[in-house]
């Protein structure tokens, strides 16, 4: 008689489940049945290389933070999308690094001197974080207040005072910069945002890159490593039953229900978050029921962790010479194609100043062409900006820009823009955000609990190893590398060889 292979189901198809599925058919050879379940169209989740306007984009996952000993590194290589193809290929975001100039100016065009003036202020906001991961910014206010105080310390000690206008400046500056920290850490409020606990987070060593390829190549090798028929498309969990072995999944629009011997979820904290709620339905249909429902220690840790939303605006620009001022400088001609300016990159110190400037374009630190020279440039955008951005039609998004860029860069000619395409992760129903932080109450224990496989204790049927019902990966589940594909591929494997070691013992 044939003993029956052990059934594993993975549920979502971003890197982490992927990988978990690869290490499972890789090294587990012909052991598992495996099955990967997603709900969305197309692999690769948080992962989406994209087009626009003949450039590649990424509208996730953008960087391989830290190049040295990177798994995901490794794996772009080996799927050939380090190399630059040659015919087809297409520009894509910051091929030239990062840009030896940047352009910094305050709100209605006076540009920032360098090194008087951001550079010092971007050496003492750097110094007070420092600080402050290292437990060292003291209590009362929050992150902000505590910012502000060390840049009113600042200015109380500089000789001479140097008046009110550069002190507004500064102040500006530090609200750039606290724009950056909300985009690179997702919280809304720096003040949700624990930055002792934060100072766990690490970057692989090396520099930081983006993959000409594009970032879609590396999980498209890993699904093509996968036996035929492994990942199946458009089946959305809505229920789990995990109580007792085999697993039960049942999906959204009525597809034939599965069961399993092992169940490993990697659906993003935002959608775990939505289905701490009574009703499964809510969140566009985005929650999944659990019965019986999570235990007290994972709902725990998943309502403490921050889950925060970051969304991309890319801009296809052109420099028009005003046509008179009847249009304020807007709807005129092209610029004549013999010398046509570049796109700075431009760092924005928001002041206040000017009323037509929409309130959610005040969230974002700089818009910089994705390479020097290109037509198309970017914005970053966190917590309520990045979520507002989403409810936009797009003229009002290219109304509110032009307004930024006619009062940061007043000459002629003019910056217009033809087209957008942006992101829209929080209102997606299988995402529900962007990606994780270690939230003021929270702390990387949560995230250690978060990869803790259920039930917690031995099955009373086989009192010598828990049974393993439902196994947890994604980026949310790892203490070091949280919020990163550096986080999520290895959680995959991590989970996939609990499995292994599950039937070896
Ligand atoms: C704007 C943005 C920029 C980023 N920039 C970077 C960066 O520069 N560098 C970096 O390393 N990381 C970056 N990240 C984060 C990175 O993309 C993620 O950490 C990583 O891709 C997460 O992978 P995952 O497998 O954990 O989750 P996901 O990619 O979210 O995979 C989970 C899958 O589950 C599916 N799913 C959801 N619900 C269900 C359901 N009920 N049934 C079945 N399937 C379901 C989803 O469709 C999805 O495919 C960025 C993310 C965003 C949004």
Same mark, same amino acid.
Request: proline share 10%; aromatic share 4%.
């Given at each position: 008689m044939v003993a029956k292979k052990p059934r594993v189901v993975v549920v979502g198809a971003g890197i982490s489940g992927l990988a978990a599925a690869q290490r499972l058919c890789g090294a587990g050879g012909d052991r598992f049945e495996v099955t990967v379940v997603e709900?969305?169209?197309? &692999?690769?989740g948080r992962i989406l290389t994209s087009e626009f306007a003949g450039h590649r984009v990424e509208m996730g996952a953008t960087w391989?933070?830290?190049?040295?000993?990177?798994p995901v590194y490794a794996l772009a290589r080996d799927a050939g999308a380090l190399v630059e193809e040659k015919e087809g290929g297409l520009p894509y975001e910051r091929m030239d690094g990062f840009p030896d100039r940047v352009l910094t100016v305050a709100e209605g065009g006076e540009v920032v001197d360098g090194d008087t003036v951001a550079g010092p202020i971007a050496e003492l906001y750097r110094g007070m974080m420092e600080a402050a991961r290292a437990g060292?910014?003291?209590?009362?206010? *929050?992150v902000e207040e505590y910012l502000r105080r060390g840049l009113r310390a600042y200015q109380a000690a500089r000789?001479?005072?140097?008046?009110k206008e550069l002190e507004e400046v500064e102040e500006a500056l530090l609200a750039m910069h606290i724009n950056r920290e909300r985009t690179d850490?997702?919280?809304?409020?720096?003040?949700? !945002?624990?930055l002792t606990a934060e100072g766990e987070y690490r970057d692989f060593p090396g520099e930081h890159a983006t993959i000409p390829g594009g970032y879609s190549r590396v999980v498209e090798r890993l699904a093509a490593a996968?036996?035929?028929?492994t990942v199946r498309l458009g089946l959305r969990l /809505? /229920?789990?039953? #995990?109580?007792?072995?085999?697993v039960r999944l049942h999906f959204a629009d009525g597809a034939p229900p599965l069961t399993a011997d092992h169940v490993i979820l990697t659906v993003s904290l935002g959608v775990l978050k939505a289905s !701490?709620?009574?009703?499964?339905?809510?969140a566009g249909g985005a929650a999944i029921a659990f019965d019986p429902p999570l235990p007290p220690f994972k709902r725990e840790a998943v309502a403490r962790l921050g889950f925060g939303v970051v969304n991309k605006l890319f801009m296809e620009v052109e420099a028009v010479e005003p046509s008179g001022p009847e249009d304020g400088g807007c709807?005129?001609?092209?610029?004549?194609?013999a010398a046509p300016p570049d796109f700075p990159f431009l760092n924005m110190a928001f002041? *206040?100043? &000017?009323?037509?400037?929409?309130? #959610?374009?005040?969230?974002?630190?700089s818009i910089y @062409?994705? $390479?020097?020279?290109?037509s198309v440039a970017l914005a970053w955008f966190a917590g309520r900006e990045a979520a507002h951005l989403e409810s936009l039609p797009d003229d009002d998004v290219i109304r509110g820009v032009h307004a930024t860029l006619d009062s940061f860069l007043?000459?002629? @000619?003019r910056w217009r823009v033809k087209r957008i395409k942006r992101s829209g992760w929080a209102t997606d129903p299988l995402f529900l955000g962007s990606y994780s932080y270690v939230a003021v109450?929270?702390?990387g224990e949560d995230l250690d609990l978060m990869a803790e496989p259920l039930p /917690?204790? @031995?099955d009373t049927a086989d009192e010598?190893?828990? @049974?393993?019902?439902v196994l947890f990966a994604g980026e949310?589940? $790892? /203490?070091? $590398?949280?919020?990163?594909t550096h986080a999520a591929y290895p959680s995959g494997v991590r989970e996939a060889n609990r499995l292994l070691q599950h039937y070896r013992g």
């Open positions: 709900a969305g169209a197309r &692999v690769g391989v933070q830290g190049v040295v000993g990177s060292e910014a003291g209590d009362g206010g *929050g000789s001479g005072g140097g008046g850490t997702s919280a809304d409020d720096l003040g949700d !945002l624990d996968l036996p035929p028929g /809505r /229920r789990l039953e #995990w109580g007792e072995t085999p !701490l709620g009574k009703d499964a339905s809510g709807g005129g001609d092209v610029h004549p194609a002041r *206040g100043l &000017v009323a037509k400037i929409p309130w #959610w374009m005040r969230g974002t630190e @062409p994705v $390479h020097a020279g290109s007043p000459a002629t @000619p109450g929270s702390s /917690r204790g @031995p010598r190893a828990p @049974p393993l019902r949310a589940t $790892h /203490r070091t $590398h949280y919020s990163t």
